[in-house]
């Protein structure tokens, strides 16, 4: 298993543009975290999955950001019509079930022009 | 709501120089703490966890931490610093899902 794997690494869009992040975490890990960071920032918490159930989302997740994880494998991040404010690296994590040791992927680094 | 105060979000230190950088956190019930590291343009990898046992906990690269229960904190420390440690640096805890500080910068200097 090679970690946690984000694509793209970087994705310039327009104003408007709807995008789409991937995230394949570990095989065996239930849980999978979805986080913003912001330049000169920590990383917030947007939303996590077990398994398939998307178990709670922060208030930052306005209601143009879905994100889904169907078979409880692999995850989705979707932006609808974005904003520049919504230029952010974006983080996947994935652990088992407790979070006793998280997995980060390189994260996607959004820009919005 | 869990929340983590890093004291210095900038950290000097010069080559081989001991370094500390601090970490407190505010929480009514157990918790996991954890630092992670960041380099630029990069995710963040995990240097240090406490879970439960013993308060001091060593980790990766030469880096230690101490849990300190009555003062709420875990501080991150490292006896000799080397220029490729120059990157930012998170404390985290966790209770059903991470919660970071802000963040600190620690630039080890020639």
């Known amino acids: 298993d090679t970690g946690v794997s984000q694509d793209p690494r970087h994705k310039i869009t327009k104003r408007g543009q709807n995008v789409t992040f991937r995230c394949d975490p570990i095989?065996?890990?239930?849980?999978l975290y979805w986080y913003r960071q912001t330049l000169g920032q920590g990383p917030e918490f947007l939303t996590y999955?077990?398994?398939?159930?998307?178990?709670?989302k922060s208030r930052l997740l306005s209601d143009r950001f879905s994100a889904e994880r169907p078979k409880g494998s692999f995850s989705t991040l979707e932006i609808q019509r974005t904003e520049q404010g919504d230029s952010a690296m974006y983080l996947c994590?994935?652990?088992?079930?407790?979070?006793?040791?998280?997995?980060f992927g390189q994260g996607t680094r959004l820009t919005v022009v | 709501a869990q929340s983590v105060t890093q004291l210095d979000s900038q950290v000097p230190v010069f080559e081989e120089a001991p370094v500390e950088l601090r970490c407190n956190y505010s929480?009514?019930?157990?918790?996991?703490l954890f630092w992670y590291v960041q380099y630029p343009n990069q995710g963040l990898q995990l240097l240090l966890k406490?879970?439960?046992?013993?308060?001091l906990v060593k980790g990766i690269n030469g880096f230690e931490a101490e849990f300190n229960k009555s003062q709420t904190s875990f501080h991150l420390r490292k006896p000799s610093v080397h220029i490729s440690d120059t990157a930012e640096y998170f404390c985290?805890?966790?209770?059903?899902?991470?919660?970071f500080g802000t963040g600190t910068s620690l630039t080890v200097i020639p």
């Open positions: 994590a994935s652990s088992l079930e407790g979070g006793a040791e998280a997995f």
């Open positions: 095989s065996e890990h239930n849980r």
């Open positions: 999955f077990q398994n398939e159930a998307q178990l709670e």
């Open positions: 929480s009514s019930v157990s918790v996991y």
């Open positions: 406490y879970l439960s046992g013993s308060t």
């Open positions: 985290a805890v966790y209770r059903d899902q991470f919660y």
